[in-house]
């Protein structure tokens, strides 16, 4: 399967515990997205990658929010001290940079499942 | 008022009918639509895409795009019971800040009745 991977796809924890989830975009695509979607609701940005480089954060989030792709390919978001409100699908999205013709085409991954009890 | 509204449903409809899908938005900035399909649970799924207006066709569907209105659509036709999902529709700008970014309505669920 060569599309995007995320680990784990589901997760139940207490609240105030860490958590981290892992993605594997597309292998050629230098561009990594984060989004987070509660139910009812469409996809949220969250925070995007040029390469290793974080280059955008969305006010969503907050300080316990980190996300880090340390040699551009990889990259892991952790949330600390989780709250019932950080319960949502957390999305991984990769691409190449955008070109006329393919415009800005973002594949999804699977999503991980976050419930805080 | 938001960026992108999409009317949540949920939409039923027979087996081999035509389905029709929308979403209107406020931003002019928009050039590029997509439309994305999302099973229970799962990641949302690129279907289609088109850059600024026109009308593109793939297979059973039909995406169109009239930025004088700030319209887009979706049509399945030949709908199938295996086309019961929610879609979604998602744009971006073409450079700067937004041209990474995309803006979702919120789905539309769709079932599709044998």
């Known amino acids: 399967d060569t599309g995007v991977s995320q680990d784990p796809r589901h997760k139940i924890t207490k609240r105030g515990q860490n958590v981290t989830f892992r993605c594997d975009p597309i292998?050629?695509?230098?561009?990594l997205y984060w989004y987070r979607q509660t139910l009812g609701q469409g996809p949220e940005f969250l925070t995007y990658f040029q390469n290793e480089a974080q280059l955008e954060k969305s006010r969503l989030l907050s300080d316990r929010f980190s996300a880090e792709r340390p040699k551009g390919s990889f990259s892991t978001l952790e949330i600390q001290r989780t709250e019932q409100g950080d319960s949502a699908m957390y999305l991984c999205a990769s691409s190449t940079s955008p070109g006329r013709v393919t415009g800005n085409t973002i594949y999804f991954g699977e999503g991980s499942w976050l419930t805080v009890v | 008022q938001k960026e992108v509204e999409q009317d949540p449903g949920p939409l039923s409809v027979p087996e081999g009918a035509i389905v029709s899908l929308n979403c209107t938005y406020s931003?002019?900035?928009?050039?590029?639509f997509m439309w994305y399909r999302q099973y229970s649970r799962k990641g949302p799924e690129l279907l289609m895409y088109t850059y600024s207006s026109g009308n593109k066709e793939d297979g059973r569907f039909t995406a169109q795009v009239d930025k004088s209105s700030k319209y887009i659509s979706l049509f399945i036709r030949d709908s199938q019971p295996s086309d019961s999902a929610t879609y979604l529709c998602a744009m971006s700008k073409d450079s700067g800040a937004g041209s990474y970014q995309l803006t979702f309505g919120k789905g539309t669920k769709l079932s599709v009745i044998p």
């Open positions: 931003n002019s900035a928009f050039q590029y």
């Open positions: 292998s050629e695509h230098n561009r």
